[in-house]
T-cell receptor, first 114, second 113 residues
């Protein structure tokens, strides 16, 4: 199993550009999430999905869109990039809530917005 | 006030030392607690869950104090490979059946020879 994969690993955008961060998992997990990690702050939830066709907002959803057309894929779209979106983005997946609820993270995408 | 607070460190300790980290959380209705480990420029990985009665996994011991709303992680006989950032993670009472995890900013540990 590849686990959770993310592409690209690095990306530089100009303000106003749009792009999609890709995330895929091969563990048949129902739950998938997108987080961003900034210096001095914990990971913050952007959007999440509890299954194909079902998504919801997390703590910091503004400026981002998601969709979940399949169990495996959960892309994150930046609509019009801003310097404040410079961050490291992690995708994660997990089994249905079981009490332990280990999150499996992808390797991250380092995004810089100029 | 942050929902989950940790001392950022760094904690610089020699090999073989015992080191402890604390973490406080603000939501008294929090249901589950975890420690994740994050190596430099890598993704977080689950280190261990924290149970009400405390639990141990090899050299690692986790404790929960619900009355004071803090969690601790004790590492005995530190190894160079323990150098990493340790993230305290709390799951509030579930909303809509989904567990939204709240992450602390992490405590950095550096173990030196």
């Amino acid at each position: 199993n590849a686990g959770v994969t993310q592409t690209p690993k690095f990306q530089v955008l100009k303000t106003g550009q749009s792009m999609t961060l890709q995330c895929a998992q091969d563990m048949n997990h129902e739950y998938m999430s997108w987080y961003r990690q900034d210096p001095g702050m914990g990971l913050r939830l952007i959007h999440y999905s509890v299954g194909a066709g079902i998504t919801d907002q997390g703590e910091v959803p503004n400026g981002y869109n998601v969709s979940r057309s399949t169990t495996e894929d959960f892309p994150l779209r930046l609509l019009s990039a801003a310097p404040s979106q410079t961050s490291v983005y992690f995708c994660a997946s997990s089994y249905k809530p079981s009490g332990v609820n280990e999150q499996f993270f992808g390797p991250g995408t380092r995004l810089t917005v100029l | 006030r942050k929902e989950v607070e940790q001392d950022p460190g760094p904690f610089n300790v020699p090999e073989g030392a015992t080191v402890a980290f604390n973490c406080t959380y603000s939501n008294s209705a929090s249901q589950s607690f975890f420690w994740y480990r994050q190596d430099c420029r890598k993704e977080p990985k689950l280190l261990m869950s924290v149970y009400s009665s405390g639990n141990e996994d090899g050299r690692f011991t986790a404790q929960l104090n619900r009355a004071s709303q803090y969690i601790s992680l004790l590492i005995r006989d530190s190894k160079l490979s323990d150098s990493a950032t340790y993230l305290c993670v709390v799951r509030p009472l579930g909303l809509g059946g989904y567990n939204k995890l709240i992450f602390g900013a992490g405590t950095r540990l550096a173990v030196h020879p």
